[in-house]
């Protein structure tokens, strides 16, 4: 029945694809659709999305982790599917696999099948899952945790070798699936839940800390398998706009306030998105797919019908309490700031990420076991079949209302439709670079007030794919110097992003500021602004104005040396970032005269030398024959995965204007070799595959002896 059912829903979908809208743009096109979009295209050649040039001037998109290039359900579908076909598989293939998981947990704490068939399919549907459809990386992150739990489960109870690896396979996967917050929320509720699993077994401290101590070997087992993933991650945060620790301000963003809780019973009491009826963000109400964990009310009457009836005759169990307290203490956690526990947002790991509203998966996900172990509980209890025959109809009625609940605010567009390119791209060169101005607000009050209740509404979010907000850009093959990430940027870039910015809109010292703006968007080799508003600088060669649909859009072009270097005629060494803010605001950095990052001054003649270049993704070949040593920059942003060689030799490369690789070339003939190594990964698939090969090597072992 499960394997059927979602083999109707994918059939339902063919030719379509999720672009539920979001706040400021859509989730689930903008970020999911867009990121598996462009892994499929690097699948097909048999790579992997190690870095690419299309966003943010140059990003390590791999380390990032939110396009899941490891994840076994992406590699093999957007590998061998068309995209669509895909998309939708792995979708569909994600709450399978959290349908079939809480299935065979329930059965293995020995709740009835039909019961356990309709409490799986009811956790899969409830809102705090089926309201982030539009985020794929955490519902493909969330898909192993019921089956992770049972395979410990059973790993407890018969110590089996197979289920430890099993363990360790889907605790590994949930790591490569590129939420690293959703893993971490997995992982604690499982570390707590096997502790408490073992106190009510054992009654005491000191026998549960060998069994204990094997689950945490198993965990780190996980871990250090997950290192081709974890090291570039963890590397990429020295670089990025979000450190390793928060702190509390940040850990606390988007606590769900106190007065949601009563959205697990009501899902639109505060509004509705697709009405234009919920609280424009940001505000106190938080985001609703996040606060909004709705079981139904036919699920929460007879829950507490039935654990009042229980507790009255005194029939609840240990068990059922300790699936009710964990879901009590993980609703609590997701509070944040608002919690009793709202200290604990200041200690290290918690602090680390924001959004406790994201506890809630956890806390559904205990409260739906819970609640099927008091149901078994009262059925194996009560004698009258009419009784039961109505709990089965009632539970049967709650999925009913969770799922026309969740179809009908969901919106899946034509695949052809989303996917086509849009008219302002056919206006961009294949070689162009871009910045987007005004967008996100544009998006923002339209969503706010209109939701999408008609088509034309979805009309009006399709069309404004022309402003190629990011990360669109992937499946169109056009460039943009910004990034859509939640997750982790590059700080510099940002920066960089953000001075460009300041000057084209700056209302004073107009002069100045196009000089900054002309002197920046040329190092980075911007050639193209696209903006929901205009703005007077006289640094464009040429502008438009777009009229689409209902949206209008300025095309503002300017002619800009694109190639993949240049050589500045002054160089002046910087130790801060005031340093290149001072000489920024006076208009003193650019191609021409650039700013260095741990190399001296100097003045040189800027003579082009350059006889040839090659350049690809990852790679740039230049053939020099500079008369004197020259200090060179190559439009590459700067990050320690970039190998430089100077005729098979390696050398030393310094960052120059704040984000560029700079070198000095020796005088006469040379060929200068740029290229991109995943040295980070490699030392992850290194550490892994050793630890395998350990593994294997003990179990040998143990069989010879």
Known sequence: MIIVTYVLFFLLLRGKLLFTPDFDRSDAFHLNISLKYYLAQVLKQNQLPFWTNLLQGGFPLFAEGQIGALFLSNFFFLRFFDFVSAYNALFIFALFSLTLGMYALLRSLSTSKLLALLYSFIFTFCGAISFRWVHLNVLQTLSFAPLLFWSILMWHRVTKARYAYLSVLLSSQILFAGHIQIAFIIFLALSLWYFLILLAKYREIKRIIFPYFKYIILLISAVIIALPQIIPTFQLTRYSTRGVVGGYQYATQYSMPGNHLVSFISP????????????????????????????????????????????????????????????????????????????????????????????????????????SLLTQHFIDIIKKPFLKVCIYLLLFGNLIILMYTIINYHVFVDAKK??????????????????????DRLWHIYFAKNGWKTNKDIDS????????????????????????????????????????????????????????????????????????????????????????????????????????????????????????????????????????????????????????YTETENQLILSTSFPRDTFMVLRRNWYPEWSLEINGNSVPFFRANLIHIGVLVPKGYHKVILSYRPIFFFQGVIIAISFMFFLVLLKFIKRSF
């Not at 879901?327 to 924001?354: A, E, H, M, Q």
């Not at 870039?493 to 900054?516: H, K, M, N, P, W």
């Not at 980075?524 to 007077?536: E, L, V």
Request: aromatic residues 16%; charged residues 15%; proline residues 5%.
């Open 418 to 439: 989303v996917l086509s390119k849009p008219l302002i791209s056919q206006k961009l060169g294949p070689n162009d670079t871009y910045l987007t101005y005004g967008f």
């Open 268 to 371: 639109y009491l505060f509004g509705n998105p697709k009405l234009g009826t919920y609280p424009e963000f940001p505000s106190n109400a938080g985001v609703f797919w996040e606060n909004t964990p709705y079981i139904g009310e036919l699920l929460f009457i007879l829950l507490c019908i039935l654990y009042m009836y229980l507790l009255v005759r005194r029939k609840i169990n240990i068990q059922i309490n300790l699936y009710f307290f964990l879901t009590l203490l993980f609703t609590l956690l997701s509070l944040g700031k608002n919690s009793p526990l709202y200290f604990i947002y200041d200690i290290f790991p918690i602090n680390v990420f924001r959004t406790p509203a994201k506890y809630l998966l956890m806390t559904i996900f205990f409260l739906i076991i819970g609640g």
């Open 461 to 612: 979010y399709v069309s404004m794919n022309n402003y190629l907000i990011p990360n669109s850009n992937l499946i169109y093959d056009q460039k943009t110097f910004d990034i859509n990430t939640g997750g982790l940027r590059l700080r510099r870039a940002d920066y960089f992003t953000d001075r460009i910015g300041e000057a084209l809109f700056a209302s004073d010292s107009a002069l100045l500021s196009s000089v900054q703006a002309r002197n920046l968007l040329e190092i980075g080799g911007i050639d193209s602004i696209i903006s929901a508003k205009t703005f007077i600088l006289p640094i464009f060669n040429n502008s438009e104005k777009i009229q689409k649909d209902n949206i209008t859009i300025f095309l503002s072009k300017n002619t800009v040396d694109t190639l993949p270097y240049y050589i500045p005629h002054i160089g002046r060494s910087i130790q801060y970032l005031d340093d290149f803010t001072g000489l920024n605001k006076k208009g003193l950095v650019s191609t021409n005269e650039a700013v260095l990052e741990g190399y001296k001054d100097f003045v040189q003649d800027p003579q082009d030398y350059i006889t040839e």
